[in-house]
């Protein structure tokens, strides 16, 4: 990447969950950066911590959730330390969010251009009709047909692609800077998630906006994103240009998980599984938490963790790059 | 059988669910002495408040046991005749709980037929049965309590009335309440009906009737009984206001809820211990029952949990 | 709209009638209502025409018609334990009651409702587990020992407040207010607090626990992520869904305020129309039964009207809904 000062930068991150049998750590030591403009694609397991990662940056784990370590820079300010009236003035205005299942992230009892037209007046200074004329424009942004009128629509009266539509245009109507993107189009229908996709994609190019996406899909990163992230028990565990991980991945674990994904120019008799299931919290394993499962763990591997190590093209959380160990088969 | 039936109990995970919670054993607990002082009443009670020959008009009024003027003969103070307020409650909790637990009993007798039958024959007879329960369930239940009781006393002369008015609160008090039962139990009637072993024995020929008794009415009795659990709570309460109201059990034969109403007259001159002991034993017996209904609701259903 | 309205009332009908139908019964089979009337001395010449008189020779259905025709103008005839017309009695009861159930529901609602939010927005506060100890009282304790209690405190001990009765009225026209007079604003204190407690803590329980409900939803986590204040979160986008529940229950439970103002009338000798009520059951006067019954059915029958027109005003899916169905029928 190129050395523009990120945008937002997270370091050695940590989330824990006080529970009544001790402590789980939900994330550990994530570090990533994402620079201006750009789009960084998390993948990985479920529970892997790639959502979690994105409550934790707009600040709404769900509780007894809580950052226990490590620091959020949005351009080069820290904002894990603000107070929550500081942070309501980030959520929207820096940093936009959007949530996974449109069905139930619109509120029922408001029309969409109410729900816009507020959050606008939250964050820029703008009058009635001017915040009315504005979400009328966002809402044609993002595809809504004939918005001047479906405006005072309520959300049941949209179609699930549609809702989220207008969930997008929620997400980006006071202009942010960087939106958390946690599943997009999971919920939706396959036919309605390459649109969806598109638009968010062109969306954030022309608003110049970064995005951190947040997904299991590797189609949608590898069609989206610049750089991505791939995540396991709560751990990056490789990250890189989104081609060099897709087509070269270096730690075994993304290695299995590209294997796992069905090529499109050639037939293969069986797709290879990763054996095994990732660890829950309260069992990840000393050393590297892909222990278990690694086909290529050796000693080392089962006493301690490795940080995220230079491999070439990627940066990735293995052993096998620690240029002090002799090359392993 | 029954035997085997409590070795059963015992076993199983009601009774695990209910020795690891402390609010159940304490309402338990409540409960038992509430329905034991009742029951024993005539033996344990330290006077019988109906023997008009122990009754001393000098020891009227006397304040309980631990104020200055008080009496240890009458541990919670004595009423205008000088009866034993103590001695009074537990008789009159006696009488409390029999309508009580009568009137459960003929709401469930009711209601669970009416369900069994909706449920089953479904058609007009489900319609029209589920209709008029729906129309009554519109209507607060004490409410018909009061109309049935007063309609029994218009039909009835006064001196008949009299001397059936304890059946009559139990009708009353019954019949207000059987719809909560018919409902419940269609619903789980209509899960039952369409189950194999209900088409398995309609095969074999058995009459309508014989499966519905047989085979549906089993099935559908753990529901049954944790709502007469927590309507027993209601039921006591139910007859506590009718009596208080002068229109439930005869005052022959003070439940409760007559005693509240006639310590009710010595409030204003400060005798307070005559209508409140009475009041404080009510909401004991009555909280104790609900909080062991709730506990049985969620133990026989860990999904609502 | 209107064809929902006139749907309902005509679902309304059915059961009025069915009232009508068990009122007229009471009224014309219970008892003997000629024999109560004529008095002690009286010929069967007098019987006859007593008998020609109120139509009691006339077919069951002819009878029924005259009594709804008769009930509609508001006419039911002699009380028999007070000789005077039974619409005139609770002509002068109604203001008593209607006023004393009004001041309740005003009670459990502008109280209950806040106490709700309260506890639900602040759950670990000690506040919140005050309130809920509180209500638990609330709920157990029957309406009629709460009163006693109330007058034993602020009565008998305390001397502040009547024990019983409206204190000084005024007459409006045909309407007697205790609203204009210190002591019947004293004087409705206590009873109006008796009557109100119990739908107060039962309001106060329902709307903690949907407004725990909707706090958990995508769309107030949404709505937070979009920075909007909290006040507004709370107060607009949660309470408002909160209310759709709210007001079915509620609704229902102000029909019971009407029913448990007999106990409350009677433990403050209230002269409302609880207290004729009771008076009439303890003496079999029919008539005034029979009225009652169906004033009440009435008040609850007008109830579901306002509560399915307050839900329709709320609600924008069941407007659609409505919509929809009415024109597939």
Known sequence: ????????????????????????????????????????????????????????????????GRIAGGQILLEGRRIDNLSQDEMRRIRGRRIGAIFQD??????????????????????????????????IGWLEM?????????????????????????????????????????EPTTALDVSIQAQVIALLKRLAREKNTSMMLVTHDMGVIAETADRVAVM????????????????????????G?????????????????????????????????????????????????PDLLDAGSTRAACWLYDPAEPPHV | MAAAAVSRFFDSDLWWSFSRSPVAVLSAAVALLCIGGALLAPWIAPQNPFDLATLNLSDAFKPPAWAEEGDTAFPLGSDDQGRDVLSAIMHGARVSLLVGVCAVLFSTLVGVSVGLTAGYLGGTADAVLMRIADIQLTFPSILVALLVDGVV?????????????????????????????????????????????????????????????????????????????????FAILAEATLSFLGVGVPPTQPSLGTLIRIGNDFLMSGEWWITIFPGVALVAMVLSVNLLGDWLRDALNPRLR | MFAFVLSRLLQAVPVMLVVALISFAMFAYVGDPVSIMLGQDFTEAQRDALVRDLGLDQPFFVQFARFVGNAIQGEFGLSYRLSRPVAELIAERAPATLELASCAAAIALFVGVPMGVFTGLYRQSWLSRFFLTFSLIGVSLPTFLIGILLILIFSVWLGWLPSFGRGDTVQIGSWSTGFLTGSGLKALVLPAIT?????????????????????????????????????????????????????TIAGLQFGSIIAFAIVTETVFQWPGMGLLFIQSVGAADIPVMAAYLLLIALVFVTINLVVDLLYYAVDPRLRADRGASARGT
């Open chain 1, 1 to 64: 990447m190129t050395a523009a000062p990120p945008l937002l930068e997270v370091r050695n991150l940590r989330v824990e969950f006080p529970s009544r049998r001790g402590t789980l750590v939900a994330l550990h030591d994530v570090s990533f950066s994402i620079a201006p403009g750009e789009i960084l694609g998390v993948v990985g397991e479920s529970g892997a911590g790639k959502s979690m990662t994105g409550a934790a940056i707009i600040r709404l784990l769900e509780p007894p």
């Open chain 1, 102 to 135: 449109p069905l139930t992230t619109l509120n029922p009892l408001y029309t969409v251009g109410r729900q816009l037209t507020e959050t606008m007046q939250t964050h820029l200074d703008l009058s009635g009709s001017e915040a009315r004329a504005r979400a």
């Open chain 1, 142 to 182: 993002v595809g809504i047909p004939a918005a001047a009128q479906r405006i005072d629509s309520y959300p049941h009266e949209f179609s699930g692609g549609m809702r989220q539509r207008v969930v997008i245009a929620l997400a980006l109507c006071a202009e942010p800077r960087l939106v958390v993107a946690d």
């Open chain 1, 232 to 255: 396991y028990a709560g751990r990056v565990v490789e990250i890189g240009p989104v081609r060099e991980v897709v087509k070269h991945p270096h730690h075994p674990y993304s290695i």
């Open chain 1, 257 to 305: 998980l590209m294997n796992s994904i069905p090529p499109l120019d050639h037939r293969v008799e069986r797709l290879a599984q990763i054996d095994g299931a990732m660890p829950r919290l309260n069992a990840v394993p000393p050393g590297c938490p892909y222990n278990p499962r690694c086909p290529k763990v050796f000693d080392r591997c089962i006493v301690e963790r």
């Open chain 2, 153 to 233: 006393r218009a039909a009835l002369p006064r001196e008949t009335h009299d001397q059936i008015a304890l059946f009559v609160v139990i009708f009353a008090i019954g019949i207000s309440n059987w719809p909560q039962f018919a409902r419940t139990v269609r619903g789980s009637t209509l899960v039952e009906r369409n189950k194999e072993y209900v088409l398995a024995a309609r095969v074999i020929g058995l009459s309508q009737l014989r499966i519905m008794l047989t085979h549906v009415l089993p099935n559908v009795l753990g529901p049954v009984l944790v709502i007469a659990t927590l309507n027993l709570g």
């Open chain 3, 195 to 247: 009557l109100g407690l119990f739908q107060l803590t039962l309001i106060m329980r329902l709307v903690r626990a949907e407004m725990l409900e909707v706090l958990r939803t995508d769309y107030i986590k949404f709505a937070r992520a979009r920075g909007l204040a909290d006040r507004s979160v709370n107060f607009g986008h949660a309470l408002k869904n909160t209310l759709v529940p709210v007001i």
